[in-house]
Nanobody, 122 residues
């Protein structure tokens, strides 16, 4: 079994900052890409940022220059630093990992965290 556990969400004023963390645990053999998605009420889930095992990153245009994704491969953890937050960043943020388990080493699966709420007040 694999679990992704997120933390760090909360309520913040516009212009403020938050740091999200997501730790993967369980029968993990290797992790390829990790990422953060978000879903606002009535909207589709969108990719916010992603990072490969080698450290290459990509961001949705709306967060470039404000959010930073990073990871600690030794701890199977991915982070998202959210700066200069705006009310439109309000959403549930989900962690995602593309990984191989020790029980099925010939396959790659996508796993999701339970989500953490980020609310930005104006």
């Amino acid at each position: 079994q694999v679990q992704l556990v997120e933390s760090g969400g909360g309520l913040v004023q516009a212009g403020g900052s938050l740091r999200l963390s997501c730790a993967a645990s369980g029968s993990i053999f290797s992790i390829n890409a990790m990422g953060w998605y978000r879903q606002a009420p009535g909207q589709q889930r969108e990719l916010v940022a992603a990072i490969t095992s080698g450290g290459s990153t990509k961001y949705v245009d709306s967060v470039k220059g404000r959010f930073t994704i990073s990871r600690d491969n030794a701890k199977n953890t991915v982070f998202l630093q959210l700066n200069s937050l705006k009310p439109e960043d309000t959403a549930v943020y989900y962690c995602n990992a593309e990984l191989t388990t020790t029980q099925a080493m010939g396959a790659t699966f996508m796993y999701w965290g339970q989500g953490t709420q980020v609310t930005v007040s104006s």
